[in-house]
Structure formats: C-alpha cells, structure tokens
C-alpha cells in the first residue's frame, strides 16, 4: 500500500526529525553519544594500563574498533526504528524512521493502526504486527497527534455512524 490514501493527510514531526539533513550527517550526529559512551572503557583501560606500566597499544588496538563497531550498530538499529515523522489520512496511518526521513523522496507505506493505548509517559500504537512508543516530549504538537490517532483508530465515532469499523 504505497499508495496516498486520501487528500487530507495530517503530517506531525518529531523533534528528532532531519530537517533537511543527509542521512550521513543524521548518522554523523547521533553516533557522537554512542561512541563516547563506548570509548569510556577503553580510555578507563587505557588509563590503567599506563598505569602499570603495561602496552597501551593492545587495549587502543582491540578496544576502539570493538568500541567503533558496537557504536556504529547502536546508531544504525536505533535511526532505523524511532519514529520521527507520522501522516494521519482517514483511517490509515504512515511513519517513517529517522533514516528514511533523511531521503524526502521515498515512498509512504500507508497500513492500518490496529490499537492505541497509554502507557505511563506516552502512548504505545500498533500498526501492522509492530508496536511504537510515543512520548509526550518528542512531539511539540502531542495533543492533536492523540486526536487525530484517536480518530484514526475510531472513524465511526468521529464520524457520529456507530461503532461498527469498516476493516477494508
């Protein structure tokens, strides 16, 4: 279903939205928390190898590609699955990752939102067989992201015809 479902299409954008931004400056960005917070061991054992008088160049040598490579993997999972950019139309919904914002031009793979619920900062959705997380903080526009899901999920009561759900 790559196809627009409808014309009036509701477009909310995160805060970690790319705004514009390649996905290799996307990639460049994010990777700076990760890869510091990998590279802490190897500088604390770096330090302590210096300290007992012991090669440093083994530790710099296995450590910062191992470091490297769990950061690079982190970075890569984690801009593939948040969420930054969510179109509501109708009854259907679309997201996109941080990845796939960063290219403007591919296509929206409109599915249906199956569930929504609270959980205790945000909302969790189902669309399709996957689940998101939503919080609050990542939206600047998080109430009328809500009404609209809601009236995603429930057509019928937003358009006053019942509780009967058209699944087609």
């Excluded at 996905?23 to 990998?38: A, C, D, I, K, Y």
Aim: proline fraction near 6%; aromatic fraction near 8%.
């Amino acid at each position: 279903m790559d196809s627009n479902p409808a014309a009036n299409i509701a477009v909310y954008r995160s805060r970690l939205h790319p705004d514009g931004r390649t996905r290799r400056g996307v990639f460049g960005v994010e990777m700076v928390r990760p890869l510091s917070m990998t590279m802490l061991p190897v500088m604390i054992g770096t330090l302590v190898a210096m300290l007992q008088g012991i090669s440093v160049l083994s530790v710099l040598y296995i450590g910062f590609p191992v470091a490297a490579l769990l950061a690079f993997g982190w970075t890569w999972i984690q801009l593939r699955t948040k969420v930054c950019e969510i179109l509501v139309s109708d009854q259907k919904i679309a997201m996109r990752s941080v990845f796939s914002a960063a290219v403007p031009t591919e296509k929206h793979h409109w599915k249906l939102l199956i569930d929504m619920r609270r959980n205790g900062k945000g909302v969790t959705i189902t669309v399709g067989l996957e689940e998101f997380n939503l919080e609050p903080e990542d939206w600047p526009m998080w109430q009328d992201l809500i009404g609209q899901l809601d009236e995603a999920l429930h057509p019928s009561n937003a358009q006053g015809q019942g509780p009967e759900r058209d699944m087609a």
